[in-house]
């Protein structure tokens, strides 16, 4: 049974054999070493064989060259399986050179003391695994008939990896403290600053808000914050996640050493995700041969196997995992990097079967070639990455965007009225804290939300119906919130820096995402109002780009009807030298065009069914980007069906009101089971009272992560409809009509003028 403890999972004996036995076996292949883990070869012996091998300074001649550490050692499962390899190794070579079984063990018994433990390093920071680690490694080598006749100490430590050896100070406040473990502490120090390891081996814990935040370890990851040799401007704190942090450690540790291998399990995140677009360059950098196998089974991003049926996780959490073997070796034996990556999906017991039985080579996989920008571990159809690349990143086409507002408690900041947000927010300012809690079931903090802070914003300042603002919750979804603006508030993170050009101001934004991680790129919705932070998709984080800048209204209080666009002059430069306009001069737009046109240009190419699907692999890595014309008909041609998009996202076309759909049933019906059978979108389990004439293409329409004319229901469960409701409903059936017309009419149009991309520029 797979148990958790401090985010570190007890891992399956066939992902840990697999792991170990490859690090065996890339010791025997590529160092050159006949008994692999269990050799004894000397760094001094090694230099012999390899003449061009260096010995790092710091290291001795006559230092056993296989050196194994785990850093997360856990309950010793790793270094478990590294005694019960190298007795198999050793017991099948004692064999062939005809050693009887009692002159085996007592070459075992001799073995273990001078070659197998001092080369066998783990770290563990809690107390429970640590001695668990202890008793496991002894009982393993009790099996395997080891005496125990030597004073020879078992080489796991109780201390955190992520932090540096402890200075004087920091000892001796050590051994006031805690004197029967100070040896302990003094021990392990004197590992971390001189011993040098050539394998790193483990399972780390994954945590996407790391604990470790001390200096040392937030630094750690500075190193994977670079691109190409520039600085990267994330803001997301994926990169401080415990299993990064790790990473960086054996990283660090085989760089310390100038040779070595990891094999680690991992989160697979690092594989393709952006964010870690600089950690994968620095790894490219560093080593020079990959294995990664993507285990998959992340049902956050509901993945299935080939054949579309569940792929199972080889743990029992949410997050797919990796398993990540990386060589530096001191002979190039490859005439470049080769990086190879296999994929398993389907049930545990077929991954397990399929680690138990493979080798390193026998695995099937396939070579990958990581190139820049995002240096990705990961397959990637390249037919039209040159036409991608080539356009104007939507981030580089406008001055600012940002992530939508985070609440942190929608059950309690968002609401379906302004009244009923009203009425919550008075209640919870006038109770004490733990009444709060109770009532509005606010069980633990979060990093960007505490009760105590909540209440005191609210408190803080005089209460007001003005602070009721209407948000952009789903597609066609508004809700409403407290707005105070204030950061780690009643609203974890406000976003006031952008949304103050949306509150209260004529005003369009685009919401989209940086990545699609479930799906194809579907995912733009406009507003004119604020918008939260997975307004178009509840897996990625969204970003807002406003059409228009309030220059001097950067908080809530302060105004200045004055605006700008939001363009860059390098994009709109670009477009004017296209369409061969010449700029007019108060705002830098191409004569005759106004910004709501480029606004609406951008929106239809976003909404163009071609366009999504042509650069469908690199829209899930990044910003839209957008391809300009050179053709001024196009482009107006292009605007105008963005501007009736637009029009009828914002819920404002004439056409809305052209209803396709009559309801039948109560008239008062309380949402229970949304379906949809016969053109009908039914909303109770009898099939009783629904919406008539809603065509399967409609029903299944999706606007990002969200199948809209389901979400909008389903998220009203238990609610009872009002006839504002109904014709709201009616309203959105039609929009997302007209939308399925108006995408087939921007390839149509596009068409005309040439196709994808000949209708655009290179």
């Known amino acids: 049974k797979l148990k958790v403890q401090r985010g570190v999972f007890y891992t399956p004996q066939p992902v840990v054999s697999y792991i170990v036995r490859s690090v065996h076996e890339l010791l025997q292949t590529e160092f050159g070493l006949e008994d692999g883990l269990a050799s004894t070869v000397t760094w001094g012996e090694m230099q012999a064989r390899q003449p061009e091998l260096k010995i790092p300074e710091g290291i001795k001649a006559d230092s056993p060259f296989v050196q194994i550490l785990d850093p997360a050692t856990g309950t010793a499962t790793f270094l478990v399986e590294v005694i019960s390899v190298i007795h198999r190794t050793l017991t099948a070579k004692w ?151 790790f990473l960086r450690v054996a990283q660090m540790t085989v760089e310390s050493t100038s040779y070595g291998i990891i094999g680690f399990i991992t989160n697979h995140g690092y594989l393709d995700n952006p964010t870690f677009r600089g950690m994968r360059q620095n790894f490219l950098n560093t080593f020079q041969w990959f294995q990664v196998i993507d285990l998959h089974g992340n049902t956050k991003k509901k993945e299935l196997t080939p054949d579309g049926k569940p792929d199972i996780n080889v743990f029992d959490i949410q997050q797919g995992v990796a398993i990540s073997l990386f060589l530096r070796p001191f002979k190039m034996n490859y005439p470049h990097m080769l990086l190879v990556r296999g994929d398993l999906f389907g049930s545990r017991e077929e991954k397990y079967r399929i680690l138990a039985k493979s080798s390193l080579q026998s695995l099937s996989t396939i070579s990958i070639y990581p190139n820049s920008p995002f240096y990705l571990f990961a397959a990637q159809d390249q037919t039209n990455r040159q036409d991608f690349d080539l356009m104007f990143s939507l981030s580089d086409a406008t001055k600012i965007h940002s992530v939508g507002v985070v609440t942190a408690r929608d059950h309690l900041t968002i609401a379906f009225d302004p009244e009923e947000i009203w009425n919550r927010v008075q209640q919870f300012a006038n109770m004490d804290e733990d009444e709060a809690r109770n009532k509005f079931e606010l069980r633990n903090d979060v990093r960007d939300w505490k009760v105590s802070l909540a209440q005191a914003d609210i408190r803080s300042n005089l209460l007001s119906k003005k602070k009721i603002k209407p948000i952009l ?290």
């Not at 040098?196 to 780390?204: Q, S």
């Not at 976003?606 to 469908?616: D, G």
């Not at 300009?628 to 998009?645: C, Q």
């Open 473 to 762: 919750y789903r597609p066609f979804d508004t809700r409403f919130v407290y707005y105070t603006g204030v950061n780690k508030g009643f609203i974890g993170q406000p976003a006031v820096a952008i949304m103050s050009h949306m509150i209260d101001m004529q005003n369009i934004g685009l919401m989209t995402t940086r990545k699609v991680e479930i799906g194809m790129f579907c995912h733009a919705i406009c507003s004119k109002i604020m918008t939260e932070s997975h307004s178009v998709s509840l897996k990625e984080i969204n970003y807002l780009f406003p059409l228009w800048i309030y220059p001097y209204k950067n908080s809530l209080t302060s105004h200045q009807e004055k605006k700008m666009h939001n363009f860059t002059p390098h994009f709109l430069q670009k477009i004017a030298q296209v369409l061969r306009i010449p700029q007019q001069d108060e705002y830098s737009l191409p004569t005759g065009i106004n910004a709501e046109d480029i606004f609406y240009y951008i929106y239809s190419i976003l909404h163009s069914p071609t366009y999504r699907t042509r650069y469908a692999e690199f829209l899930k890595m990044d910003f839209p980007r957008l391809p300009l014309t050179s053709s001024l008909d196009l482009f107006r041609a292009l605007s105008k069906i963005g501007g009736e998009l637009v029009s009828l996202h914002l819920m404002e076309s004439s056409k809305l009101d052209q209803h396709l759909t009559a309801y039948t049933g109560s008239a008062a019906p309380v949402v229970d089971k949304v379906s949809w059978a016969n053109d009908t979108v039914w909303l109770d389990k009898k099939q009783s009272c629904g919406f008539i004439g809603i065509p399967e293409n409609v029903w299944n329409f999706h606007i990002g992560g969200y199948q809209v004319c389901h979400k909008w229901l389903k998220d009203r469960k238990g609610r009872t409809l009002t006839a504002e409701d109904f014709n709201h409903y009616h309203r959105i059936v039609v929009a997302l009509s007209e939308t399925i017309r108006l995408m087939t009419e921007i390839d149509e149009v596009i068409e005309q003028y040439g196709g994808w991309p000949g209708a655009f520029i290179s």
């Open 95 to 245: 064999t062939m050179q005809r050693l009887t079984e009692r002159q085996q063990q007592a070459a075992w018994n001799e073995y273990v003391p001078k070659h197998l433990l001092p080369r066998l390093h783990g770290y563990e920071l809690m107390m429970a695994p640590y001695a668990i680690a202890h008793m496991k490694i002894g009982l393993k080598l009790h099996e395997t008939g080891y005496r125990f006749q030597s004073e020879e100490r078992v080489r796991v430590y109780l201390t955190n990896a992520l932090e540096p050896a402890s200075d004087a100070v920091k000892q001796q406040q050590f051994e006031a403290l805690a004197p029967a473990l100070a040896h302990e502490a003094m021990a392990v120090d004197e590992v971390k600053r001189n011993q040098r390891f050539t394998v790193v081996i483990g399972n780390p814990p994954y945590s996407g808000v790391s604990s470790n935040n001390s200096d040392y370890a937030t630094h750690l990851v500075d190193a994977y914050k670079v691109i190409d040799g520039d600085r990267l401007n994330e803001k997301k704190l994926w990169l401080q996640d415990d299993y990064v942090k």
